[in-house]
């Protein structure tokens, strides 16, 4: 960076929210006056055209009113702006204006004004020419060796160039091997265009060459009648510089010239003939530039401006000076203004024109003198309990997080250490992945998403070597504390979801079971407690204070998963630290599974919906690449043709594509939702039916191995089809009532449902037969004989009519669950009514 910036001599700020570009600023004495002195035209995208004659009193001052000559709003946007002898039978100079479509010349005039207000300025329309094409860029000069007038030849989008003899149009010719536009400009010396093409390469057409050429306007002939009518265009020389090219410019000094390019890390400066005279690799990424004939004989001066909003003077490749811009240049001229000579001109993109010059007055920085005053430590302390106030109530509603530490201990000297962290989306971690020699590393965890997580647990692994250079791997479980996602609030007296969890003990105070909650103070506590999610869910917890039973109650089902497990354990290490090892706590109330079969169809119907918008992107996208190949191969075509609308239809399919990812990305956001949710749920239901049921540890575990087989939920293997083959498994094996059952087929490899009918009725008959006494347990009586299921699969569950029926006047005996099956079994009677139909289950 330079100590020295660029000394402001005049700036202005050109609209509001206009765009410019490097062809939309030139500086010429536009109207004529011979007084030699330059004024700034600049155009831009609006349609909105300006001339100035800055002449401050002091330098850095900003526009004044009389500084504004001119300005009137065309309605087209201006692509470019060039001041030549472009009227013929004169050689006064004035304004060509390039639109998209038009090509217009205008002349520029100044009244003498006889009050205050000063001199008048107008515009006045020599002519025009429509052009048929869409325009991209200009160039303009003597062409053919023409004396006293400048014609001018325009570069269309799809390659062609049309020459104008002023006010009549003389021929166009389309470039050989077109693809994309590129910067044109022509060179007297040698009357040849010089432009750049989209294949990197430098490439020169001789005007004589272009005039003989076969027209443009002829390309509907044959090629016999082609090569008849005209000789095929070729270059007259090329040079491949191997980048794009934002700029190109020609500099004539003592009956020579050199054509310079400006490249995206690299200028060049290139003989008359191609050959490369220099180049110079830049350092910063450019963004315009000027050549321009230096004071030492033979050399040139170069104006390189860069996205750095530095501005670089180079002597042939020799950095001389380096000053830095109050913005990033997109164009830049030099010219006299106001007597005073080499003022640069700058323009960046969103309007921001200044006349600066170069000096060695560096702009430096100094800090006014800090008043010195006596310290009022009582108003410091107030205003530090204020601001500590409002932290806690802020960090109440914000999420927060947790730092963990985790140590290692080792007996014996051990080698490559490595700890791998892992929690439950959507609790992420500052780091997952450590190499260290330390003992202890901290992380910090925090919840990341906008919903609550479905389990608390982390697990740590840490691979090591021993001294002896066998491997080794150490893993351990830790719990994360429920205010890494919840905080205290207000109970809530209503909710539509209800547990109700019966113990063998004296209640205990939640102030006791909660002491990061509930406020020792407040004896309402004891009983009622509120949790609220930083998701903004609310859950109550209440103790009776009769009987032994604790309630829990949300608007939500999964909301209760957490709450009801904190619980639980919470009053498990309670009872241990008092010795008490009689400790249980049941379930009576009724298996919520309705609630629960919403939650499966709405994850479901995601999941639906995702192979939906997969299906639609892919067929976007093939359309998509067809049109892209036919507008392709319209524009390599030699014959030009209409594009009858592909670029339009181009465009709409773009968007649609990008709508259509735009909505499968919403639904993989809230399928991500959905999945936790459906987890957090299917927790609670496998916590509900082993208080319920009374279950093992081991018996526990198989029933979490069967609803929650996946971490990640993925269209290829989702969670319906693998809990329905772990339940299917379970009701042919350990659950069976029959030995047809046991008969098991092959089938075909799991795939997504068509509908979760079947699932649901397998969870529905898994809870029916624990309430008629089923065992869980991994094998199934010897006496039965077994047949093994192959993996990718399972088959549909036979069961007889006399089972179905007996089935149902059994559940009355459990008079003790009597809520629950009654609950249960009006399902399992409307499957069994259909199933009887078919005389087969499912």
Sequence with gaps: ?????????????????????????????????????????????????????????????????????????????????????????????????????????????????????????????????????????????????????????????????MLFEQESYAFGRFLPGFLLPGPLTYSSRTDSFITVSSCQQVESYKYQVLAFATDADERQETEQQKLSSGKRLVMDWVLNIGEQALDICVVSFNQTSSVFVLGERNFFCLKDNGQIRFMKKLDCSPSCFLPYCSVSEGTINTLVGNHNSMLHVYQDVTLKWATQLPHTPVAVKVSNLQDLKGVIVTLSDNGHLQCS??????????????????????????????????????????????????????RLAVQKTKLSICVQPPLALTHDQFIFDDIAVAL??????????????????????????????????????LRLICFPAQPSKTANHKLTIDTNKSPVSLVNLFPDFADQSDEDQVNVLGFQFLTGSRITLLASKTSQRYRIQSEQLEDLWL????????????????????????????????????????????????????????????????????????????????????????????????????????????????????????????????????????????????????????????????????????????????????????????????????????????????AKGGRLCLGTDTNIQQTMVMPGGCTPIPESDLEERTGVQDSTTFTSHRHLTNKIHPYVTELQNSELQNNNLL
């Excluded at 020295?4 to 500086?27: I, N």
């Excluded at 536009?30 to 004659?53: C, E, H, P, W």
């Excluded at 000096?359 to 204020?386: C, H, W």
């Excluded at 250079?469 to 893993?475: D, L």
């Design 1 to 161: 960076m330079s100590l020295f910036k660029a000394r402001d001599w005049w700036s202005t700020t050109l609209g509001e929210k206009e765009e410019f570009d490097q062809g939309c600023l030139c500086v010429a004495d536009i109207d004529n006056s011979g007084s030699g002195q330059a004024k700034i035209t600049v155009g831009s995208y609006m349609g909105y055209l300006r001339i100035f004659n800055p002449h401050p009193v002091k330098p850095g001052d900003g526009m004044q009113a009389e500084d504004l000559l001119l300005e009137v709003q065309l309605r087209d946007p201006i692509l470019q702006v060039e001041v030549g002898k472009f009227v013929s039978g004169t050689e006064l100079l004035h304004l060509a204006v390039l639109h998209c479509r038009k090509l217009c010349v205008y002349a520029v005039s100044g009244t003498l004004g006889n009050v205050e207000h000063g001199n008048q300025y107008q515009i006045k329309l020599m002519y025009e020419h429509n052009l048929q094409r869409t325009a991209c860029n200009m160039t303009y000069g003597p062409f053919g060796g023409v004396k006293g007038r400048d014609l001018i030849c325009i570069q269309s989008m799809d390659g062609m160039l």
């Design 357 to 410: 010059y170069l000096g060695t007055d560096p702009s430096l920085f100094q800090a006014p003198k800090v008043e010195s005053r006596e310290i009022n430590y009582e108003e410091l302390d107030r205003e530090m309990k204020e601001l500590q106030k409002i932290i806690k109530e802020s960090t109440k509603t914000q999420g927060t997080s947790i730092l963990h530490i985790i140590t290692l201990q080792s």
């Design 444 to 481: 910090s965890v925090f919840l990341k998403g906008n919903c609550p997580p479905a389990e608390l647990e982390g697990n740590a692994v840490a691979s090591y070597s021993m001294p002896t250079g066998i491997p080794r791997v150490a893993q351990c479980k830790f719990r994360l504390p």
């Design 563 to 770: 709450i009801t497990k904190e619980l639980t354990f919470r009053l498990e290490e309670h009872f241990k630290k008092q010795n008490s090892k009689d400790f249980t706590c049941t379930f009576s109330g009724a298996v919520p599974l309705q609630e629960y079969f919403e939650l499966i169809d709405r994850h479901f119907e995601l999941r639906l919906n995702a192979e939906k918008f997969e299906e639609l992107l892919s067929e976007r996208a093939i359309q998509f690449r067809a049109i892209e190949r036919r507008l392709l191969t319209r524009f390599k075509d030699k014959t030009p043709a209409p594009l009858q609308h592909l670029d339009t239809l181009l465009e709409g399919t773009y968007r649609q594509i990008i709508a259509l990812a735009d909505a499968a990305e919403e639904n993989q956001a809230n399928m991500f939702q959905a999945f936790t949710k459906l987890k957090s749920a299917t927790q609670l239901v496998i916590m509900l039916i082993s208080l319920w049921q009374k279950l093992s540890t081991d018996q526990v575990a198989i029933l979490e191995a069967t609803f929650l087989p996946l971490m990640q939920d993925t269209q290829e293997l989702g969670w319906e089809e693998s809990v329905d083959a772990a339940i299917s498994h379970l009701l042919r094996t350990c659950l069976s009532k029959s030995s047809k059952e046991q008969i098991l087929t092959l089938t075909s490899q799991l795939s997504i449902p068509k509908d979760t009918i079947r699932l649901k009725k397998h969870i529905t008959l898994l809870c029916d037969r624990l």
